[in-house]
């Protein structure tokens, strides 16, 4: 999400203030895909927001020396990094803006995208200041784009990317589950927390399968997100963040080295 898109996200929680919301084989396989160029494509997720420390001149897109994709590079020292990832980008954008980099150089390539598409920003504003009725049928609503409208928009884009980078190992990154449920926690109700990780896995399982599809990699980061959820002891995401709207449900730091960079390091 772009911050500029949030303009109505801050007012709306400033009006619901009263919810209270408080191995060798990857080894060798990523030192093969350092021999040539990386491409770091997709939303915010990938570009760290939520991680602190943006380069300054990515301006709107707020890529972050913490994010996964500028750990991988230092790591592992390719031929080549773009970071081309950007706040609030959808697969449309993508397509207009971030392939200007692929070429048949190009050996890696990681992507996250398809939460803007299916209206993550608007979902969550809905949750956070709605009932429980309201926050579910916003939900069904996102879940039907996700199973009518995104795979094919996920094919576009993952067909130019083939177009462009035909030699390229593609690693193709979901997203965490929120919540860690069963767990004392202000904010929002069990049943909304619920419903939004149950969203989540739809999300990851839509993409998984036109990833797979396309013989690409699936990169399943609920896995290592998994004990560092919203309501954890130790959570790896944002929950509101007044500080900086902008961050809000996105991963933090340690999201970033923890939860996707080992599974770029094992998808690579």
Same mark, same amino acid.
């Given at each position: 999400?772009?911050?500029?898109?949030?303009?109505?996200? +801050?007012?709306?929680?400033?009006? &619901?203030? #009263?919810? #209270?919301?408080?191995?060798?084989?990857?080894? @060798? $396989?990523?030192?093969? $895909? &350092?021999? #040539? %160029?990386? =491409?770091?494509? %997709?939303d915010s997720y990938s570009s760290g927001v939520g991680a602190g420390s943006y380069i300054s001149s990515s301006g709107d897109c707020d890529r972050s020396t913490k994010a996964y994709p500028y750990l991988w590079n230092a790591a592992h020292s390719p031929s080549s990094f773009a970071f081309n990832a950007c706040s609030g980008a959808k697969t449309d954008d993508v397509l207009a803006g971030q392939l200007g980099s692929l070429n048949s150089s190009t050996s890696l390539v990681s992507i996250t995208i398809g939460g803007n598409d299916a209206g993550f920003a608007d979902v969550m504003t809905t949750c956070v200041t709605s009932s429980d009725s309201t926050c579910l049928s916003r939900i069904n609503t996102a879940r039907a784009y996700v199973a009518n409208t995104l795979p094919g928009k996920l094919d576009t884009v993952y067909n130019a990317i083939s177009a462009k980078a035909p030699s390229a190992r593609v690693v193709v990154i979901g997203y965490p589950r929120f919540y860690l449920l069963g767990q004392t926690c202000l904010g929002l109700s069990e049943t909304k927390r619920s419903a939004i990780n149950d &969203?989540?896995?739809y999300m990851d399982n839509a993409i998984k399968a036109r990833a797979t599809a396309h013989n690409f990699v699936f990169g399943d980061v609920r896995t290592t997100f998994s004990g560092h959820e919203i309501c954890s002891g130790d959570s790896w995401? *944002?929950? +509101? /963040?007044?500080?900086?709207? %902008?961050?809000?449900? *996105? !991963?933090? &730091?340690? %999201? @970033?080295?923890?939860?996707?960079? !080992? =599974?770029? /390091? /094992?998808?690579a």
């Open positions: 999400m772009r911050r500029s898109r949030l303009t109505g996200f +801050v007012t709306s929680l400033l009006l &619901a203030a #009263g919810l #209270g919301l408080t191995g060798a084989a990857s080894a @060798q $396989a990523s030192s093969t $895909a &350092a021999t #040539g %160029g990386y =491409v770091a494509l %997709g &969203a989540a896995d995401l *944002h929950s +509101v /963040n007044w500080l900086d709207i %902008g961050e809000s449900y *996105h !991963p933090t &730091a340690s %999201g @970033q080295s923890g939860g996707y960079l !080992p =599974v770029l /390091n /094992n998808a």
